[in-house]
């Protein structure tokens, strides 16, 4: 099973980190600057808490980036920094420019991805579908 960096537990990163712990795969989160209302969600779901960005990418296998789209773009960047080496899957609804420059931003280990349906609640309700080299 996966080790498994999430980026960051709100309503839906949070259903998506569930159903991935149910498969067996091992989820984390920072807490570091989230809101009470998000490390309720995150510690409800056993999502275990790292406190840095540079642990989390020493020990996942994987970042998912599951944010507003607003924020998708400052949540590359803060990977970029920490010259993360692993897979980042970009799971947030933005524009094919934005993910061109996240993509030339962190290199091959980028892929796009595309959550479809409501917070992972139930099975068969949600999808997440990834495309790019390491799909």
Same mark, same amino acid.
């Given at each position: 099973m996966a080790d498994i960096l999430l980026l960051? #537990? =709100?309503v839906m990163g949070t259903s998506i980190g569930a159903?991935? %712990?149910?498969?067996g795969h091992q989820v984390f989160w920072l807490p570091g600057s989230r809101s009470e209302a998000t490390r309720q969600r995150a510690e409800s779901q056993d999502l275990v808490a790292l406190d840095?960005?540079?642990? =989390?990418?020493?020990?996942?296998?994987? *970042?998912?980036? &599951?944010? #507003?789209p607003a924020s998708a773009?400052? *949540?590359?960047?803060?990977v970029h920094a920490t010259g993360i080496d692993t897979i980042f899957v970009d799971?947030?609804? &933005?524009a094919p420019s934005a993910m061109a420059e996240i993509a030339s931003m962190l290199g091959n280990s980028v892929l796009d991805g595309c &959550? *479809? =349906?409501? #917070?992972? %609640?139930? #099975?068969?309700?949600?999808?997440?579908? *990834?495309? =790019?080299p390491h799909a």
């Open positions: 960051h #537990p =709100g159903a991935l %712990r149910s498969a840095t960005l540079e642990t =989390g990418s020493d020990k996942a296998d994987f *970042v998912l980036s &599951i944010c #507003p773009m400052s *949540v590359a960047r803060e799971c947030n609804a &933005i &959550i *479809v =349906g409501p #917070p992972a %609640r139930r #099975p068969d309700e949600t999808r997440l579908y *990834v495309s =790019g």
